[in-house]
């Protein structure tokens, strides 16, 4: 069994700044892609940031310049750093893996959310 556990989330206000973590355990032998994805309200989740494959990065365009996504491989833990925080990153954020088990099972897992709420 695999799972993401998410904190880091909570009350901001713009222009402020929050670190997100998400620290995967379980029985895993490699993870493929990890990153971040947010839900606001009203609106399809959406991709925020990722590793993928490597070393190699994706940023949604509206977080470029904003958002750092960096690892810790030994600790299976991601971290989105969010600096210049607006009011329309507020949502709930989700940290996502696409892994292979020690079984050489394919999996893709989320996790619970963290709430950002960006508001003056």
């Known amino acids: 069994q695999v799972q993401l556990v998410e904190s880091g989330g909570g009350l901001v206000q713009p222009g402020g700044s929050l670190r997100l973590s998400c620290a995967a355990s379980?029985?895993?032998?490699?993870?493929?892609?990890m990153g971040w994805y947010r839900q606001a309200p009203g609106k399809e989740r959406e991709l925020v940031a990722r590793?993928?494959?490597?070393?190699?990065?994706n940023y949604a365009d509206s977080v470029k310049g904003r958002f750092t996504i960096s690892r810790d491989n030994a600790k299976n833990t991601v971290y989105l750093q969010m600096n210049t925080l607006k009011p329309e990153d507020t949502a709930v954020y989700y940290c996502?893996?696409?892994?292979?088990?020690?079984?050489?099972?394919?999996?893709?897992?989320w996790g619970q959310g963290t709430l950002v709420t960006v508001s003056s």
């Open positions: 996502n893996a696409a892994l292979t088990t020690t079984t050489f099972r394919y999996l893709e897992v």
């Open positions: 590793f993928v494959g490597g070393s190699r990065t």
């Open positions: 379980g029985s895993i032998l490699r993870i493929n892609t």
